[in-house]
């Protein structure tokens, strides 16, 4: 009888363990979609970045979708960076880019992307790191003034 227990104690313990290991491949694969799919927007070198959050030091403030597109299409991009503790609250990076360089990852699903853009009055350094699962993290920084951290999504441009 003991060994009867053990035995289903072993078998239940190895199935518990094929179940979790069919579940970590199945959220890899949807993952793989996703990375997929932001591979191919961001190859188009046409593409908006949609930010819905931004973040500064511990302090975070939600944007909304409509107001804080940046645009990247032609070796151009259009838009502004909303910051919360500059004593201007937007930064216009409009202008031409200079140094586009994008990594793929394979391996660990991840996209990076890296570029100035030189704008009227200042240069900005961007770079626009792309999750698996799609979310986009982008820090902008020009000179001496602090970086700005915005999180959000990459979308086709329209």
Known sequence: ????????????????????????????????????????????ESFVFVGNMVLEDRTREKLSDDSNQLVI?????????VSIKSKNKTINVSGDISDYNVNFNDDKQEISINFSVKSASKTVSV???????????LTASSGNDTSIYWTGKIKNKD
């Open 127 to 137: 770079n626009i790191e792309v999750k698996p699962n799609g979310n986009a993290f």
């Open 1 to 44: 009888m003991k060994k009867l227990i053990l035995l289903a104690f072993i078998f239940s313990l190895s199935a518990s363990t094929y179940v979790s290991a069919q579940t970590k491949q199945s959220q890899k694969e949807v993952f793989a979609s996703i990375y997929q799919n932001s591979k191919s927007i961001v190859k188009s």
């Open 73 to 81: 299409s032609d070796s151009k991009m259009s838009g502004e960076l």
